[in-house]
């Protein structure tokens, strides 16, 4: 089972950026998929989760991102995206995806993270 993230890099304060993570060895329609960030001296923390492939309506959000970041998924490529909008340097920090079977965890499957730096 592999998770795999793309999408990071650099970008200015206000500006927006999507993040991918595609699956491979499971099947994402059966797990609860989310995001989450690690900033510098920071803990982990779950950014967002979207329920399984028969509950995709049900989804959970950081309080510091809401309004802000957009959770999907698209089951039949066997991925869940991270559209964020309106950056800020606070997001900066390398963010995971990860399969689960509840939306707030515990997850049993995590990919290697993808650095997202927001410069003012």
């Known amino acids: 089972e592999q998770l795999v993230e793309s999408g990071g890099g650099l970008v200015q304060a206000g500006e927006s950026m999507r993040l991918s993570c595609k699956a491979s060895g499971l099947t994402s329609s059966s ?13 982990r923390e779950l950014v967002a989760s979207i329920g399984s492939g028969g509950s995709p309506n049900y989804v959970h959000y950081a309080d510091s991102v809401k309004g802000r970041f957009t959770i ?3 089951d039949a490529k066997n991925s869940v995206f991270l559209q964020m ?23 049993n499957y995590w990919g290697e993270g993808t650095q997202v730096t927001v410069a003012e």
Do not use: I
Request: hydrophobic fraction near 30%; charged fraction near 25%.
């Open 31 to 43: 797990y609860v998929m989310s995001w989450h960030r690690q900033g510098p001296g920071k803990e």
């Open 85 to 107: 909008n309106s950056l800020k340097s606070e997001d900066t920090a390398v963010y995971s995806c990860a399969a689960g079977l509840f939306l707030r965890g515990p997850y």
């Open 72 to 74: 999907s998924r698209d």
